[in-house]
């Protein structure tokens, strides 16, 4: 019979001992199996330690290693190449630059509209001297701000030499005052060209800071109804200029650098006749910004 | 006799496993390839700490040979697919096992040159990258594991054999 009995139930001697014999090797093939996987275990686990280990490594370099010595570059007062190209800049409203070149433009805000010290609509900027990102939106926001009232006591110097967009030549708004009968401007530098801090917010000023802006250069809260939040264009397009370069540029309507400036002058300049009624009528109507005003609100459906 | 199929051993669990990781590691490694070429991607700056995702994704460290090291990172993740197969952990064919192994590993070294380059060189990190290297561990480390509890063995079972041998002799 198939299980080795016979008729009346008896087990041949010769198939217990070979049915002995084979559980007596399947036993041993499974001890034998429990062993090589307790060993390959065990050599598998080494090697996850040893790869933890050498990335664990690196962390802790990387940790442990001081910081490359940074170039600071000093922020000294505009010169009057500056300041003279931002006012003739100004008036040039009357064509619709390629707005194609804003790759990041204003978004729309809804809640409580930002008021300053004087009851006024405001425009807070919050940036850092290292950033490269408030280095290029520093130009066109000037221009815009500048249609609106008058800039003074600006400054110049460069975005931080390790970081995205090196050196890029800029303006500095930590000193500047502004005085406008349309809207109010508060400009605050908060860090250094070494991120160190060197300004001070209020409560509200920090609050839509963090909460608006999620804490990062520049930000750019226009009214309460739209925020800038990252670089109105790319730093490229500024990359190895200084900021007198830069300002003989800013009328060319015909360069990239001029009409990269003044398509992003022209969105910065929609958003503020958005937030303080269309005043002065001469500047929110004229072609320009109109078109910069119908993107925007394109932007904001 | 009974002619036998001889089988990894692999545990049941290991195809479907690794396969979800894979599934994250192309997830994330797409929108790491999106966000380097779409200029439309919001550019800022950090105030102050370590984590800075544009930095890291724009840097010159992210570019290998002029591949942005994103897409590299798709192409990696892609080519895990057919190695986490089920028939592929199925088969006893040491050249998949250790060919896994290795391909695993290659994912492991290029890890660790990232982390370098992030740690040392550009001093920053990109949380989304570092999702990318978690991904790639972890499944470098289950496939390690499955790998080692794969203990080959023929599918049809020797008992079966033994029982006709005693049969045949009996008779």
């Known amino acids: 019979m198939a299980d080795g009995r016979d008729d009346k139930g008896r087990t041949s001697p010769k198939y217990g001992a070979k049915k002995a014999a084979t559980e007596r090797i399947a036993a041993q093939r499974a001890a034998q199996q429990r062993t090589d996987r307790k060993h390959n275990l065990l050599m598998a686990g080494g090697g996850v330690l040893a790869v933890v280990l050498v990335i664990g490594g690196i962390v802790f370099a990387g940790l442990s290693s001081k910081k490359s010595s940074t170039t600071i570059h000093p922020v000294v007062a505009a010169s009057d190449t500056v300041t003279n190209a931002i006012n003739a800049a100004v008036p040039l409203t009357s064509t619709a630059p390629d707005l194609s070149t804003v790759t990041g433009p204003p978004k729309p805000l809804t809640g409580a509209a930002l008021t300053g010290t004087s009851g006024k609509p405001e425009v807070l900027y919050i940036g850092a001297e290292f950033c490269p990102y408030c280095a290029v939106t520093r130009w066109p926001l000037a221009i815009a701000l500048s249609r609106f009232g008058t800039l003074s006591n600006l400054q110049t110097t460069y975005s931080a030499a390790n970081d995205t967009g090196p050196n890029t030549p800029t303006l500095d708004f930590g000193h500047a005052t502004y005085k406008s009968d349309y809207i109010d401007f508060t400009g605050i530098e908060y860090e250094d060209g070494a991120k160190k801090v060197i300004a001070t917010l209020t409560p509200q000023q920090a609050s839509l800071f963090q909460s608006v802006g999620g804490g990062f250069f520049p930000f750019i809260d226009l009214g309460g109804k739209w925020v800038q939040s990252g670089a109105s264009y790319p730093t490229a397009t500024l990359a190895g200029l200084t900021p007198d370069a830069v300002a003989a540029q800013l009328t060319n309507s015909s360069s990239k650098i001029g009409s990269t400036i003044q398509a992003s002058a022209n969105v910065f300049t929609a958003a503020i006749c958005s937030m303080d009624g269309d005043k002065p009528a001469s500047v929110c109507t004229a072609t320009g910004v109109a078109a910069a005003t119908t993107a925007l609100v394109a932007l904001a459906k | ?171």
């Open chain 2, 1 to 171: 006799m009974v002619s036998s199929t001889r089988q990894s051993g692999a545990p049941v669990w290991a195809s479907p496993v690794c396969l979800v990781l894979t599934a994250i590691g192309i997830g994330l490694a797409t929108y790491l390839t999106i966000a380097h070429y779409d200029t439309h991607i919001p550019l800022v700056c950090a105030a102050k700490g370590a984590i800075d995702c544009e930095a890291v994704t724009t840097s010159p460290q992210s570019k290998v040979f002029g591949i942005p090291v994103a897409l590299l990172g798709l192409a990696y993740f892609v080519g895990m697919i057919p190695w986490h197969l089920p028939v592929a952990w199925r088969s006893a064919d040491p050249r998949i096992k250790f060919g896994r192994l290795l391909y695993g590993l290659s994912g492991i070294g290029f890890v660790c040159y990232l982390v370098y380059a992030e740690a040392v060189i550009i001093k920053k990190v990109c949380l989304w990258c570092t999702g990318v290297h978690i991904t790639t561990l972890v499944l470098f480390v289950v496939t390690v594991f499955a790998s080692a509890l794969a203990i080959p063995h023929d599918a049809a079972t020797d008992e079966d054999d033994d029982d006709d041998d005693l049969e045949d002799a009996d008779n």
